[in-house]
């Protein structure tokens, strides 16, 4: 069965600062896998998605995320943080490919401090 | 961009009473689902909707949920009689596709069972 693991509840950076929010997968078939972002009282919204393609993926306000097999690993980094970056992200994955049943992650709440 | 809608964004209700919870997915989208984020902790897959049926199903959902769509724009999810359990923050989602497509969220709507 497929699973998500999002190591570190809370992450704190500075202004500029590199920003590293770690997830790890298991999943017995190749992985569809998602990074969503929470702001105050919103929805969630897309960052960017890995679908076998580059493993290497970009995605929306300068945040990338690697795609590493051999360490079950799709972590989300941006280079400098921003004070708008402030918000939960969550990793995901999809449970089944024959529902589009997406498994979160227990998010982490990011902090920037000026 | 189109977007999902969902209403109404706050519900406070008593236990043992019905609650509808209403989304307009985004309009070509075939795909649906539900979430629920009880407060502090992840988001749980409720259940996903395709051709007028459900195509999967989380234990969570038991008998006393159900989901409709009653027309071409809406999509409802109904409990027949809350407890104080189901208190959460519920996330209807729609997609184009399965397997590695993109769910966009809606807002939400906050439940509390009183």
């Known amino acids: 069965a497929q699973s998500v693991t999002q190591l570190g509840s809370h992450v704190s950076v500075s202004e500029g600062a590199l920003v590293l929010l770690r997830c790890n997968y298991s999943s017995s078939v190749p992985p569809y896998l998602f990074w969503y972002v929470q702001y105050p009282n919103q929805g969630l919204q897309l960052l960017l998605k890995y679908t076998s393609a580059a493993t290497l993926v970009k995605g929306i306000n300068g945040f990338e995320a690697e795609f590493k097999k051999s360490e079950t690993s799709f972590h989300l980094t941006k280079p400098s943080a921003h004070m708008s970056d402030a918000a939960e992200y969550f990793c995901a994955v999809h449970g089944s490919s024959n529902t589009g049943k997406l498994i979160f992650g227990q998010g982490t709440t990011l902090q920037v401090k000026p | 961009e189109p977007e999902v809608t969902q209403t109404p964004s706050h519900q406070v209700t008593q236990m043992g009473q019905e609650v509808i919870l209403r989304c307009v997915p985004i309009?070509?989208?075939?795909?649906f689902y539900w979430y629920r984020q009880i407060l502090g902790q992840k988001v749980e897959f409720l259940v996903s909707f395709y051709n007028n049926e459900i195509s999967e199903k989380s234990e969570i959902f038991d008998d006393q949920f159900s989901v409709e769509r009653p027309d071409g724009s809406n999509f409802t999810l109904k409990i027949r009689s809350t407890k104080l359990e189901d208190s959460a923050m519920y996330f209807c989602a729609s997609s184009t596709g399965l397997a590695g497509e993109t769910q966009y969220f809606g807002p939400g709507t906050r439940l509390l069972v009183l």
């Open positions: 309009s070509n989208h075939l795909y």
